[in-house]
């Protein structure tokens, strides 16, 4: 860090000769909306080329001291163009009348730590989502509302479980056992997005004794809440991300909230209420007599249930609609007070969200508040700081693999569905499932979902502060000086218990389970920037702006887990259990870094140029004194209207940029592990996983070009990028020779590559009178390769193996390909070997909206062409013999090649083929059409605001989410992911929690 502090000193020595004592004036103006004529509040008005300016208060006008001669005043809001104005050195008025960017052409981008640019002049593509398109519906976390709106951004769902679990991940995976999530930075804070189970599989026994992956975890961006925030910008290539440095290769997801509005209290009132019901239902097996049946009930328990119930013939139930059929309203309320007075600004909120699952025992409660402040210190100092407190209550049910016969999904599929399992015996207890087996091989889901608990609660904090001084204010020159720290910390606690009386707990050998888990994570940032801008006002030079900084940052994490087996009666702690398994592992890194940017606008703002670099140490370094430096230079050149006036700009941009992945907590210092007791005593041994102390960050390489335009009067936007990513120095798992003693070493080696296309079309189709359609097409396209790795090819961790399909890592092969056991060895026999791609040829989504005077009415549909998922649901189901269409008629054979059906049914075929060592009939192509959001919006006159007292505005809102899906998968959701947040695999699709279809009401009223 002594290298920052020197150069930023230097930086200030060198520009205190600056003269800051230049003669100003004061001016003034007003800022309204074209045609209506309407002030526009909140509107930054500053001087061309300097990054700090004024806002408007809520009648439109602004003050504001400028140095005297001649100044052209910049006008701008995310929404409208921007305009500019020259002012003579004897004016001191400037009105400004803006037009709506209907295309969202206009805006600022993120550059750097302290540092932004118009979005007209951006070197790398930027994806920004505004507040109003964020949450046109409602969605269960933040990554749901983004979905099908980000170029570059494929999003997965864990599961339709209530409450959030969901993964981004951008322009494809960048490493094999580094982390793959994107960093998340609200208001200038890294916060946490760690997914941590709450134990489920101590009940499902999916995997691990106390926690697993598999058991629908929710990660912590789910706490967020998304009516608080601004916009979003997604941060995609090296040449962007860089300024983040070593945490910035999966992409950096950048969020503000919303800040208060000089001018009196604004208060804004939303309740909303909805209801959700079953998407898409598997669908059961349908019986007539018990011939039909008996094959399929599992031994004489379940023979005598099926006589009993086939008596003379079969009545079938719809377990799945009976279980997952609720209903039961959501509601949300949100309250939200914005105002300033002199030099304070300040926005709260509250909010209360109860989302109702559509299973029985199943939801989520988001409780929270957040306030912004923004203050105003003389005419050199600002400070700005923000708090955000919240409560989240999840209770997600079963869902996803598991080994005890609990997940629904899963035991559905063994079971015919003849028996009403929602029945109860003379004690009052739910009946017991006679099926497969009848014993303690399975459970009656209906009795599980109601008699279990499995609970997560988190308690969250969030709090930044910004310091700002204006060291230097002239012509010609400006150097701000910044602070800006904060911290994100959450407590989360899971409970899990299930009953020893319940049909499935003598299996382990122990009856009744009870777990405990409880994790803590804090994480702190700091940093000090300062910028220098030069404005030298001339035709060829606009500005150079420099900016120098440093950031400390710091993470730990502790998980504590215990879980008992064997408990007492009316015990619900595993206190006292006959077996108990605990868990407790803590992680901690700590990192620095500092960084030199610099921004050129020359030629009357047509040529940008920007280069700088960011170097990093960490904690999680084999050296960890040295600091691993990322560069980044980007460029663009604007052409205004070229050739011909239906042009109205174009613009060329390239950008390189290498950005880093640091390495995993623990692959530098792994050297032992707990051996157990040995004669009473403690004791450690060789750890299977061996250390590195050379250890070094994965290190991506990226190359972008593209082009913006825009036509026709900015009714036609275009946006095209190409990509070429290079991830270089790989975290890999190195074998070791069986003579050392130890398994395995984690080492740097081995490249990766993306080659990608993103295309953004924006129209206005019409625009007629008081009617308006805008649309806009996203499209994506990328294809991943593993180009080279230093040791024997393996299948990627997270998966079920040959049998079922996995990604596997092999030198020059597409890395998203899908291994899996089919007939093409010699003489037909089975290999392990590459069958489809998982990921897409293609993802594109059209988002549209209408309007017409008060009324709006937008729709969001996303369609994926292609990548092939493992459908382990459909592959269980017809094990089990009860899938939907088990009886249909079987063509000659199922794939081209595979074994004749002969006079086997569909079902019975599909699985002979997969016993047979074929797992083909069940990767399933992925493609669909999904209708993903739908809203209407009504801006109620004002007289009818004006009968509510106080208020000033009225608006209503009905919407709906996953209306519809339009696909041949034969599952719940092609979407959905077993594993979580994983780098590969993410294409497993094994017995989740079925998705739902939404619908809200909402009304709006403004005070």
């Given at each position: 860090?002594?290298?920052?502090?020197?150069?930023?000193?230097?930086?200030?020595?060198?520009?205190?000769?600056?003269?800051?004592?230049?003669?100003?004036?004061?001016?003034?103006?007003?800022?309204?909306?074209?045609?209506?004529g309407?002030?526009?509040?909140?509107?930054?008005?500053?001087i061309?080329?300097?990054?700090?300016?004024?806002?408007?208060?809520?009648?439109?006008?602004?003050?504001?001291?400028?140095?005297s001669?001649?100044?052209v005043?910049?006008a701008r809001?995310?929404?409208?163009?921007?305009?500019?104005?020259?002012?003579?050195?004897?004016?001191?008025t400037?009105?400004f009348?803006?037009?709506?960017?209907?295309?969202q052409?206009?805006?600022?981008t993120?550059?750097?730590?302290a540092?932004?640019?118009?979005?007209?002049?951006?070197?790398?593509?930027?994806?920004?989502?505004?507040?109003?398109?964020?949450?046109?519906?409602p969605?269960?976390s933040?990554?749901?509302?983004?979905?099908?709106?980000v170029?570059?951004?494929?999003?997965f769902?864990?599961?339709?479980?209530?409450?959030?679990?969901?993964?981004?991940?951008?322009r494809?995976?960048t490493?094999v056992?580094?982390?793959?999530?994107?960093?998340?930075?609200?208001?200038?804070?890294?916060?946490?997005?760690?997914?941590?189970?709450?134990?489920?599989?101590a009940?499902?026994?999916?995997?691990?004794?106390?926690?697993?992956?598999?058991d629908?975890?929710?990660?912590r961006l789910?706490?967020?809440?998304?009516n608080?925030i601004?916009?979003?910008?997604?941060?995609?290539?090296a040449?962007?991300?860089?300024?983040?440095?070593?945490r910035?290769?999966?992409?950096?997801?950048?969020?503000t909230?919303?800040?208060?509005?000089?001018?009196?209290?604004?208060?804004?009132?939303?309740?909303r209420?909805?209801?959700q019901?079953?998407?898409?239902?598997?669908?059961?097996?349908?019986?007539?007599?018990?011939?039909d049946?008996?094959d399929?009930?599992?031994?004489p328990?379940?023979?005598?249930?099926?006589?009993?119930?086939c008596?003379?013939?079969?009545?079938n139930y719809?377990?799945?609609?009976?279980?997952?059929g609720?209903?039961?309203?959501?509601?949300?309320t949100l309250l939200?007070?914005?105002?300033?007075?002199?030099?304070?600004?300040?926005?709260?909120?509250?909010?209360?969200?109860?989302?109702s699952?559509?299973?029985?025992?199943?939801?989520?409660r988001r409780?929270?508040g957040?306030?912004?402040?923004?203050?105003?210190?003389?005419?050199?100092?600002?400070?700005?700081?923000?708090?955000d407190?919240?409560?989240?209550?999840?209770?997600?049910?079963?869902?996803?693999?598991n080994?005890?016969?609990?997940?629904?999904?899963?035991?559905?599929?063994?079971?015919p569905?003849?028996?009403d399992?929602?029945?109860k015996?003379?004690s009052g207890?739910?009946i017991?499932?006679?099926?497969?087996g009848?014993g303690?091989?399975t459970a009656?889901?209906?009795?599980?979902?109601?008699?279990?608990?499995?609970?997560?609660t988190?308690?969250?904090?969030?709090?930044?502060v910004?310091?700002g001084?204006?060291?230097?204010?002239t012509?010609?020159?400006?150097?701000?000086?910044?602070?800006?720290g904060?911290?994100?910390?959450?407590?989360q606690?899971?409970?899990q218990?299930?009953?020893?009386?319940?049909?499935?707990?003598?299996?382990?050998?122990?009856?009744?389970?009870?777990?405990?888990n409880?994790a803590?994570?804090?994480?702190?940032?700091?940093g000090?920037?300062?910028?220098?801008?030069?404005s030298?006002?001339?035709k060829?030079v606009?500005?150079?702006?420099?900016?120098?900084?440093?950031?400390?940052?710091?993470?730990?994490?502790?998980?504590?887990?215990?879980?008992?087996?064997?408990?007492?009666?009316?015990?619900?702690?595993?206190?006292?259990a006959?077996?108990?398994a605990?868990?407790?592992?803590?992680?901690?890194?700590?990192?620095?870094?500092?960084?030199?940017?610099?921004?050129?606008?020359?030629?009357?703002?047509?040529?940008?140029?920007?280069?700088?670099?960011?170097?990093?140490?960490?904690?999680?370094n084999g050296?960890?004194?040295?600091?691993?430096?990322?560069?980044?230079?980007s460029?663009?050149y604007?052409?205004?209207?070229?050739?011909?006036?239906?042009?109205?700009?174009?613009?060329f941009?390239a950008?390189w940029?290498?950005s880093?992945?640091?390495?995993?907590?623990g692959?530098?210092?792994?050297?032992y592990?707990?051996?157990?007791?040995i004669g009473?005593?403690?004791?450690?041994?060789?750890?299977?996983?061996?250390?590195?102390?050379?250890?070094?960050?994965?290190v991506?390489?990226?190359?972008?070009?593209?082009?913006?335009a825009?036509?026709?009067?900015?009714?036609?936007?275009?946006?095209?990028?190409?990509?070429?990513r290079?991830?270089?120095?790989?975290?890999?798992?190195?074998?070791?020779p069986?003579?050392?003693g130890?398994g395995?070493?984690?080492?740097?080696?081995?490249?990766?590559?993306?080659?990608?296309?993103?295309?953004?079309?924006?129209?206005?189709p019409?625009?007629?009178?008081?009617?308006?359609?805008?649309?806009?097409?996203?499209?994506n396209?990328?294809?991943?390769?593993?180009?080279?790795?230093?040791?024997?090819?393996?299948?990627v961790?997270?998966?079920?193996?040959?049998?079922?399909?996995r990604?596997?890592i092999q030198?020059?092969?597409?890395?998203?390909?899908?291994?899996?056991?089919a007939p093409?060895?010699?003489?037909?026999?089975?290999?392990?070997?590459i069958?489809?791609?998982?990921?897409?040829?293609?993802?594109?989504t059209?988002?549209?909206?209408?309007?017409?005077?008060?009324?709006?009415?937008?729709?969001?549909?996303?369609?994926?062409?292609?990548?092939y998922?493992?459908?382990?649901?459909?592959?269980?189901?017809?094990e089990g013999?009860?899938?939907?269409?088990?009886?249909?008629?079987?063509?000659?054979s199922?794939?081209?090649g595979?074994?004749?059906?002969?006079?086997?049914?569909l079902?019975?075929?599909?699985y002979?083929?997969f016993n047979?060592?074929?797992?083909?009939?069940y990767?399933?192509?992925?493609s669909y059409?999904?209708?993903?959001?739908?809203t209407?919006?009504?801006?109620?006159?004002?007289?009818?605001?004006?009968?509510?007292p106080?208020?000033r505005?009225?608006?209503?809102?009905?919407?709906g989410?996953?209306l519809a899906?339009?696909t041949?998968?034969?599952?719940?959701?092609?979407?959905f992911?077993?594993f979580?947040?994983t780098n590969?695999n993410?294409?497993?699709?094994?017995a989740?929690f079925?998705?739902?279809?939404?619908?809200?009401?909402?009304v709006d009223?403004g005070?």
């Amino acid at each position: 860090m002594g290298r920052f502090f020197s150069l930023a000193a230097a930086l200030a020595v060198a520009v205190l000769p600056l003269r800051a004592d230049a003669q100003t004036r004061d001016i003034s103006g007003k800022v309204t909306q074209a045609v209506v004529g309407t002030p526009i509040a909140d509107v930054t008005v500053s001087i061309v080329g300097q990054q700090v300016g004024v806002r408007t208060n809520e009648r439109g006008e602004f003050r504001m001291r400028v140095p005297s001669g001649e100044v052209v005043l910049l006008a701008r809001q995310l929404g409208f163009k921007r305009q500019t104005i020259r002012l003579g050195p004897t004016e001191t008025t400037a009105n400004f009348v803006l037009e709506k960017d209907v295309l969202q052409l206009e805006g600022v981008t993120v550059t750097g730590q302290a540092t932004t640019t118009d979005r007209k002049v951006a070197a790398t593509a930027v994806a920004t989502v505004s507040a109003l398109e964020l949450n046109r519906v409602p969605a269960r976390s933040v990554e749901s509302n983004l979905a099908g709106k980000v170029a570059g951004a494929r999003v997965f769902d864990n599961g339709g479980a209530p409450g959030g679990g969901a993964q981004i991940q951008i322009r494809g995976a960048t490493s094999v056992l580094g982390q793959g999530d994107p960093l998340y930075v609200v208001d200038g804070v890294i916060i946490s997005n760690a997914g941590i189970s709450s134990g489920a599989s101590a009940i499902t026994r999916a995997s691990g004794s106390t926690g697993s992956s598999q058991d629908q975890v929710v990660n912590r961006l789910a706490d967020l809440n998304p009516n608080d925030i601004e916009n979003i910008e997604v941060l995609k290539s090296a040449a962007a991300t860089a300024i983040y440095g070593s945490r910035a290769t999966n992409g950096v997801v950048v969020i503000t909230t919303k800040r208060g509005t000089s001018g009196a209290p604004r208060w804004n009132l939303t309740q909303r209420a909805g209801t959700q019901q079953l998407m898409r239902s598997l669908g059961h097996r349908q019986y007539g007599t018990l011939d039909d049946v008996k094959d399929f009930v599992g031994g004489p328990i379940g023979l005598a249930a099926a006589t009993a119930a086939c008596s003379p013939t079969c009545t079938n139930y719809d377990w799945q609609q009976q279980l997952y059929g609720r209903t039961d309203p959501s509601w949300e309320t949100l309250l939200s007070a914005s105002g300033g007075v002199n030099n304070t600004r300040y926005f709260a909120s509250l909010s209360d969200r109860q989302e109702s699952g559509i299973m029985i025992n199943t939801g989520a409660r988001r409780t929270g508040g957040r306030i912004n402040l923004d203050q105003t210190i003389g005419s050199k100092l600002t400070a700005s700081m923000g708090i955000d407190v919240t409560r989240n209550f999840f209770q997600r049910g079963i869902g996803n693999n598991n080994n005890a016969g609990v997940s629904p999904t899963y035991t559905f599929g063994y079971t015919p569905a003849i028996v009403d399992l929602t029945s109860k015996d003379a004690s009052g207890r739910y009946i017991r499932m006679p099926f497969d087996g009848g014993g303690s091989g399975t459970a009656n889901p209906f009795e599980v979902m109601n008699a279990m608990q499995s609970d997560e609660t988190v308690f969250r904090q969030a709090a930044n502060v910004r310091l700002g001084y204006s060291l230097v204010s002239t012509t010609r020159h400006t150097v701000q000086l910044s602070y800006l720290g904060g911290f994100d910390r959450f407590q989360q606690e899971g409970v899990q218990y299930s009953p020893n009386y319940l049909q499935f707990e003598p299996a382990d050998g122990f009856l009744g389970t009870a777990g405990q888990n409880n994790a803590s994570s804090l994480q702190t940032n700091s940093g000090m920037n300062a910028v220098w801008t030069w404005s030298p006002a001339n035709k060829y030079v606009t500005s150079f702006t420099t900016s120098v900084g440093g950031s400390y940052e710091r993470q730990k994490q502790d998980v504590y887990r215990i879980r008992g087996r064997g408990l007492l009666p009316t015990r619900r702690t595993a206190a006292g259990a006959q077996d108990i398994a605990t868990v407790d592992d803590r992680s901690e890194f700590r990192d620095q870094s500092y960084y030199v940017n610099e921004q050129m606008l020359l030629l009357d703002e047509k040529l940008a140029v920007n280069a700088g670099f960011r170097a990093d140490r960490s904690s999680a370094n084999g050296e960890r004194d040295k600091f691993y430096t990322f560069p980044k230079f980007s460029s663009s050149y604007r052409f205004v209207k070229p050739l011909t006036e239906k042009i109205d700009e174009f613009k060329f941009r390239a950008a390189w940029g290498q950005s880093g992945n640091r390495p995993r907590y623990g692959d530098r210092d792994i050297l032992y592990a707990d051996g157990g007791l040995i004669g009473g005593q403690n004791s450690l041994v060789s750890a299977g996983l061996l250390g590195n102390t050379g250890i070094k960050p994965e290190v991506m390489n990226e190359l972008e070009f593209g082009i913006d335009a825009s036509l026709f009067g900015s009714r036609v936007g275009v946006e095209f990028t190409r990509y070429q990513r290079q991830i270089k120095d790989l975290l890999l798992t190195f074998p070791l020779p069986p003579s050392s003693g130890l398994g395995n070493q984690i080492i740097n080696g081995g490249q990766l590559s993306v080659r990608g296309t993103e295309g953004v079309l924006s129209l206005v189709p019409i625009r007629r009178g008081a009617f308006e359609w805008t649309s806009r097409i996203i499209y994506n396209t990328n294809a991943q390769f593993t180009d080279n790795v230093p040791v024997p090819a393996f299948a990627v961790p997270g998966s079920y193996g040959a049998s079922y399909g996995r990604n596997r890592i092999q030198s020059n092969t597409r890395s998203s390909l899908i291994w899996g056991n089919a007939p093409f060895g010699a003489n037909g026999a089975t290999r392990d070997t590459i069958l489809y791609d998982s990921n897409p040829i293609h993802t594109t989504t059209f988002n549209n909206d209408f309007s017409y005077k008060a009324f709006t009415f937008s729709f969001l549909a996303d369609w994926r062409a292609g990548g092939y998922v493992s459908n382990m649901t459909n592959n269980l189901w017809d094990e089990g013999g009860q899938s939907r269409d088990y009886d249909a008629a079987a063509p000659t054979s199922i794939l081209p090649g595979s074994r004749a059906c002969g006079t086997q049914t569909l079902g019975e075929c599909r699985y002979a083929t997969f016993n047979g060592g074929d797992i083909r009939p069940y990767i399933q192509k992925g493609s669909y059409v999904k209708l993903r959001e739908v809203t209407l919006n009504y801006q109620a006159p004002e007289t009818w605001a004006k009968k509510i007292p106080g208020a000033r505005s009225l608006r209503f809102n009905v919407s709906g989410r996953n209306l519809a899906l339009f696909t041949d998968y034969w599952s719940f959701d092609p979407e959905f992911n077993n594993f979580g947040n994983t780098n590969f695999n993410r294409f497993i699709d094994l017995a989740p929690f079925p998705s739902s279809r939404q619908f809200f009401l909402s009304v709006d009223v403004g005070f």
